[in-house]
Protein backbone atom coordinates (compact mmCIF):
# COMPACT_ATOMS: atom_id res chain seq x y z
CA UNK A 1 0.00 0.00 0.00
CA UNK A 2 1.84 3.43 -1.02
CA UNK A 3 1.51 6.64 1.25
CA UNK A 4 -1.35 8.04 -0.85
CA UNK A 5 -3.64 5.24 -0.89
CA UNK A 6 -2.98 4.95 3.37
CA UNK A 7 -4.04 8.66 3.70
CA UNK A 8 -6.89 7.85 1.03
CA UNK A 9 -8.41 5.17 3.32
CA UNK A 10 -8.00 6.88 6.90
CA UNK A 11 -9.87 10.23 6.35
CA UNK A 12 -13.67 10.03 6.50
CA UNK A 13 -15.39 10.42 3.20
CA UNK A 14 -17.22 13.62 4.71
CA UNK A 15 -14.05 15.36 5.27
CA UNK A 16 -13.13 15.06 1.93
CA UNK A 17 -15.93 16.91 0.33
CA UNK A 18 -16.41 19.19 2.84
CA UNK A 19 -19.48 17.99 4.45
CA UNK A 20 -20.79 18.26 0.27
CA UNK A 21 -22.96 15.68 -0.92
CA UNK A 22 -23.37 17.54 -4.04
CA UNK A 23 -21.39 19.97 -6.39
CA UNK A 24 -22.78 21.90 -9.16
CA UNK A 25 -21.21 19.49 -11.68
CA UNK A 26 -21.15 16.58 -9.27
CA UNK A 27 -23.57 14.48 -11.19
CA UNK A 28 -21.20 12.93 -13.68
CA UNK A 29 -22.65 9.31 -14.92
CA UNK A 30 -20.08 6.40 -14.35
CA UNK A 31 -18.86 6.42 -17.39
CA UNK A 32 -17.72 9.51 -17.89
CA UNK A 33 -14.27 9.70 -18.63
CA UNK A 34 -11.02 11.92 -17.09
CA UNK A 35 -8.81 14.08 -18.99
CA UNK A 36 -5.72 15.58 -17.55
CA UNK A 37 -5.35 19.30 -18.94
CA UNK A 38 -1.90 21.19 -19.08
CA UNK A 39 -2.73 23.36 -16.26
CA UNK A 40 -2.61 20.32 -14.39
CA UNK A 41 1.13 20.10 -14.27
CA UNK A 42 1.31 23.63 -12.27
CA UNK A 43 -0.99 22.35 -9.67
CA UNK A 44 0.09 22.99 -6.20
CA UNK A 45 -1.40 22.33 -2.42
CA UNK A 46 -3.91 19.71 -3.68
CA UNK A 47 -5.59 16.73 -1.26
CA UNK A 48 -4.14 13.46 -1.89
CA UNK A 49 -7.05 12.28 -3.58
CA UNK A 50 -6.96 15.04 -6.35
CA UNK A 51 -3.42 14.32 -6.76
CA UNK A 52 -4.27 10.16 -7.26
CA UNK A 53 -6.79 11.13 -9.47
CA UNK A 54 -4.18 13.41 -11.75
CA UNK A 55 -1.50 10.83 -11.50
CA UNK A 56 -4.10 8.18 -13.33
CA UNK A 57 -5.59 10.41 -15.84
CA UNK A 58 -2.29 11.68 -16.95
CA UNK A 59 -1.58 7.99 -18.50
CA UNK A 60 -4.83 9.21 -20.94
CA UNK A 61 -9.00 8.68 -20.56
CA UNK A 62 -10.12 7.21 -17.18
CA UNK A 63 -13.69 6.59 -16.10
CA UNK A 64 -15.24 8.33 -13.06
CA UNK A 65 -15.96 4.85 -12.29
CA UNK A 66 -12.63 3.21 -12.50
CA UNK A 67 -10.94 6.04 -10.43
CA UNK A 68 -13.44 5.52 -7.26
CA UNK A 69 -12.22 1.97 -7.36
CA UNK A 70 -8.32 2.79 -7.76
CA UNK A 71 -9.01 5.55 -4.90
CA UNK A 72 -11.31 2.71 -3.29
CA UNK A 73 -13.93 6.06 -2.45
CA UNK A 74 -17.69 5.77 -2.94
CA UNK A 75 -18.52 7.10 -6.10
CA UNK A 76 -20.30 9.82 -4.50
CA UNK A 77 -17.07 11.40 -3.17
CA UNK A 78 -15.13 10.63 -6.50
CA UNK A 79 -17.70 12.45 -8.19
CA UNK A 80 -17.16 15.47 -5.95
CA UNK A 81 -13.75 15.67 -5.92
CA UNK A 82 -13.63 15.20 -9.86
CA UNK A 83 -16.11 18.21 -10.20
CA UNK A 84 -13.48 20.14 -8.02
CA UNK A 85 -10.86 19.10 -10.10
CA UNK A 86 -12.94 20.59 -12.98
CA UNK A 87 -14.11 23.33 -11.69
CA UNK A 88 -10.33 23.79 -11.30
CA UNK A 89 -9.22 23.88 -14.74
CA UNK A 90 -6.95 20.92 -14.01
CA UNK A 91 -8.98 17.98 -15.72
CA UNK A 92 -11.91 17.97 -18.22
CA UNK A 93 -15.00 15.21 -17.93
CA UNK A 94 -16.53 13.83 -21.48
CA UNK A 95 -20.06 12.60 -20.31
CA UNK A 96 -22.15 11.10 -23.03
CA UNK A 97 -24.49 13.80 -23.48
CA UNK A 98 -26.83 13.85 -26.74
CA UNK A 99 -25.66 16.24 -29.46
CA UNK A 100 -28.69 18.11 -29.91
CA UNK A 101 -28.64 19.12 -25.88
CA UNK A 102 -25.53 21.15 -26.48
CA UNK A 103 -25.90 22.52 -29.96
CA UNK A 104 -28.99 21.62 -31.58
CA UNK A 105 -27.93 18.78 -34.30
CA UNK A 106 -29.33 15.27 -34.38
CA UNK A 107 -28.49 13.05 -31.80
CA UNK A 108 -26.33 11.08 -33.54
CA UNK A 109 -23.14 11.11 -31.92
CA UNK A 110 -20.26 13.21 -32.96
CA UNK A 111 -16.71 12.00 -33.96
CA UNK A 112 -14.81 13.24 -31.19
CA UNK A 113 -17.06 11.64 -28.38
CA UNK A 114 -17.14 8.10 -30.55
CA UNK A 115 -12.96 8.64 -30.12
CA UNK A 116 -13.18 9.68 -26.32
CA UNK A 117 -15.11 6.29 -25.65
CA UNK A 118 -12.94 4.37 -28.18
CA UNK A 119 -9.76 5.57 -26.02
CA UNK A 120 -11.12 4.79 -22.68
CA UNK A 121 -12.06 1.38 -23.56
CA UNK A 122 -8.46 1.08 -25.86
CA UNK A 123 -7.30 2.03 -22.28
CA UNK A 124 -8.76 -0.90 -20.41
Not at 24 to 33: K, N
Not at 44 to 69: D, F, M, N, W
Not at 74 to 87: C, E, M, N
Request: overall charge negative; cysteine-free; proline content about 6%.
Amino acid sequence: MSESEFETRTVRPYALTGGRVKSERSDYPLEALVEMLPAAASAQGLTPEKRAILQHASHGYISVAELSALLHLPLGVTRIVTSDLADAGFIKVHTSDPVEAKTGQSPALSLSVLESVLNGISAL
